[in-house]
Every structure is written in C-alpha cells, then in structure tokens.
C-alpha cells in the first residue's frame, strides 16, 4: 500500500512527463549497456567516469563505492576540490583528499558494518 504522500505526487505526473521519464531511463540503460560491453564497470577500477576524470587531467589514487555513489580518493584535498569544481561528472560521486577518505572510510565501515572495496590505483 502506498502512503497518501506518493500517491499524492504520482497523480501529480502528467502522461507526458511519465513517457519522458521512461525515455531517459531507455536511454540510460542502453548507455550503461553499451559502456559494460566495452569493459567499462562502475564503481571499479574499470569505470568510465575514472576515465574522464583522467583525460581531463584529474587523477585520483583510489575508487570505491559509498552511499551507492562512485567515491574518488586523491593525494590532497586541494587535488579533490579540483576534481569535483571542474563538474567533469556533473554533481555525481563523492571527492576526497586521503586523509578525509581514510577517516570517512573508517566512520562507513562502524555505521554501516560493511567494508567496501577500495581499488588502489
């Protein structure tokens, strides 16, 4: 059973703003397809916004994955802010500068009692 509030804001949607939705969720999944039969895979050391980040010339030491987002670790926190300034994934995935990964890494290992993969690169 749905609550009152989604109900509420699904039969706010229009027909056409639900096809539009359904058009950019086809779109994405054939590029996401597309990017995995080229050997791309996200939140690993083979994922394609480590690529972009580095042809713009951003290099980050370490990928991994919190909160479901792609997490980038760099040398410095300068080198981080850089990264994520430059917008070369628009507003996705988290930056941080070493130390501040290694202390989040530690604080997500305690509040979510899982330890994800970090690919050192």
Not at 18 to 47: C, P, V, W
Not at 60 to 85: D, H, R, S, V, Y
């Amino acid at each position: 059973m749905r609550s009152n509030i989604i109900q509420e804001i699904l039969d706010r949607i229009t027909p056409e703003e639900h096809a539009e939705f359904e058009r950019q969720i086809e779109e994405d999944m054939a590029f996401q397809e597309m990017l995995h039969e080229q050997g791309y895979r996200y939140n690993t050391d083979k994922s394609y916004s480590l690529k972009l980040l580095n042809d713009a010339g951003h290099f980050p030491i370490a990928i991994t994955t919190l909160m479901c987002e792609e997490t980038f670790c760099f040398k410095t926190e300068k080198e981080a802010n850089k990264a994520w300034k430059s917008r070369v994934l628009g507003y996705d995935g988290w930056f941080y500068g070493k130390r501040n990964f290694l202390k989040t890494l530690e604080e997500y290992k305690k509040d979510f009692t899982t330890e994800p993969k970090v690919y050192w690169l």
